[in-house]
T-cell receptor, first 114, second 117 residues
């Protein structure tokens, strides 16, 4: 079974600075998708970024980018120019072709200091 | 991104009553929808996978007779909590998967807070 691990329960960053959230996963599949979701205090899950495992190029979405290391099974999220609105829970998620469900990590709570 | 709505957003009910939660994909068809439960400060726990026109697949430990799921169309899935009890109080989130292609992604509804008195 696939597992997703987020080793940082909480992280803190100064406004306008850069922060990196870690995620590792375990799988025997070669073809899969990885996601980062954001859950603000409203508790609405919002898709932040998506990466296909077959793509070597790291996905980017404005201030959000990932460092996808397939061999190391690592998928970290970098948030540049952090804003107060970035404060939220961030969940890393794995979706493989063999399964039919997202597997979530335990989440990282990001605090942004003004 | 695609939009998933969920209704109601809040529900308070007496113990023993049944509560129905609706999940709709507003701008896409979803052959597969998912129901999650989330406890405070925890990750999402998958309850069941709902496929249009067929019976839902429940995760281990989830009572299918208590949590009835109906996926009657490509845009609507419902979760009915039957004979709700205080321990069923939780935050329930639905999710819908866009179908086909390389841009397949799962989008989430805003969630339903259930409080059983």
């Amino acid at each position: 079974a696939q597992t997703v691990t987020q080793s940082q329960p909480e992280m803190s960053v100064q406004e306008a600075e850069t922060v990196t959230l870690s995620c590792t996963y375990d799988t025997s599949e070669s073809d899969y998708y990885l996601f980062w979701y954001k859950q603000p205090p409203s508790r609405q899950m919002i898709l932040v970024i998506r990466q296909e495992a077959y793509k070597q190029q790291n996905a980017t979405e404005n201030r959000f980018s990932v460092n996808f290391q397939k061999a190391a099974k690592s998928f970290s999220l970098k948030i540049s120019d952090s804003q107060l609105g970035d404060a939220a829970m961030y969940f890393c998620a794995y979706w493989g072709n063999a399964g039919n469900m997202l597997t979530f990590g335990g989440g990282t709570r990001l605090m942004v200091k003004p | 991104g695609a939009v998933v709505s969920q209704h109601p957003s809040w529900v308070i009910c007496k113990s023993g009553t049944s509560v129905k939660i609706e999940c709709r994909s507003l701008d896409f068809q979803a052959t597969t929808m998912f129901w999650y439960r989330q406890f405070p400060k925890q990750s999402l726990m998958l309850m069941a996978t709902s496929n249009e026109g067929s019976k839902a697949t429940y995760e281990q430990g989830v009572e299918k007779d208590k949590f009835l799921i109906n996926h009657a169309s490509l845009t609507l899935s419902t979760l009915t909590v039957t004979s709700a009890h205080p321990e069923d109080s939780s935050f329930y989130i639905c999710s819908a998967r866009t179908s086909g292609g390389t841009q397949e992604t799962q989008y989430f509804g805003p969630g339903t807070r259930l409080l059983v008195l």
